[in-house]
T-cell receptor, first 116, second 111 residues
Framework: DTEVTQTPKHLVMGMTNKKSLKCEQH?????MYWYKQKAKKPPELMFV???????INESVPSRFSPECPNSSLLNLHLHALQPEDSALYLC???????????????FGEGSWLTVV | EDQVTQSPEALRLQEGESSSLNCSYT??????LFWYRQDPGKGPEFLFT???AGEEKEKERLKATLTKKESFLHITAPKPEDSATYLC????????????FGAGTQVVVTP
């Protein structure tokens, strides 16, 4: 069972709605990630938080707004989305981003987002 | 430019028919290579991390190996429950926090 928990599992929203995706991890990890995955494609990185600070923004449109309230929580605020934003949104965490060797990232089960 | 290529794109196996998946990479410097399994509609499940050429890891019917140019995921005597998409990802020495994923290999194991 994954130790990265995402809610909700499914979300349907209109283009004028404001909603949020939530993620929680209890592994003591200090790096957290948001990925977007379309059908039959690999995950695409959106944001990286390291020690609760935004470290990487992969030129994501401002209608996606990440927030890291503390080291265990990560939110993704959604506003004025487009139908093409419909996808599986994955949260992930790792021990940190600067450790020796590679840092294994652990994914949550994802939140299915449909924009109508 | 860093590249990660997985082959084949899809693989159909009979139960018990062993096979291998390939992940070839061209990167400036490798920090780690990762294998994940993803079931439809779910997040990727971590399988293995490999750090240096010659390293091998095993878990049940799966064995991952690493050379300086590629990694193999060997599936020995697969069962239907091994059906999934297998993703390979690399982290490079200059990618700080970024994982580059291959496109994945979709494996179907039939009884």
């Amino acid at each position: 069972d994954t130790e990265v928990t995402q809610t909700p599992k499914h979300l349907v929203m209109g283009m004028t709605n404001k909603k949020s995706l939530k993620c929680e991890q209890h592994m003591g990890h200090r790096a957290m990630y948001w990925y977007k995955q379309k059908a039959k494609k690999p995950p695409e990185l959106m944001f990286v938080y390291s020690y609760e600070k935004l470290s990487i923004n992969e030129s994501v449109p401002s209608r996606f707004s990440p927030e890291c309230p503390n080291s265990s929580l990560l939110n993704l605020h959604l506003h004025a989305l487009q139908p093409e934003d419909s996808a599986l949104y994955l949260c992930a965490s790792s021990q940190d981003v600067m450790g020796q060797g590679g840092n294994t990232i652990y994914f949550g089960e994802g939140s299915w987002l449909t924009v109508v | 430019e860093d590249q990660v290529t997985q082959s084949p794109e899809a693989l159909r196996l009979q139960e018990g028919e062993s096979s291998s998946l390939n992940c070839s990479y061209t990167v400036s410097g490798l920090r780690g290579l990762f294998w994940y399994r993803q079931d439809p509609g779910k997040g990727p499940e971590f399988l293995f991390t490999l750090y240096s050429a010659g390293e091998e890891k095993e878990k049940e019917r799966l064995k991952a190996t690493l050379t300086k140019k590629e990694s193999f995921l060997h599936i020995t005597a697969p069962k239907p429950e091994d059906s999934a998409t297998y993703l390979c990802a690399v982290q490079t020495t200059d990618s700080w926090g970024k994982f580059q994923f291959g496109a994945g290999t979709q494996v179907v194991v039939t009884p």
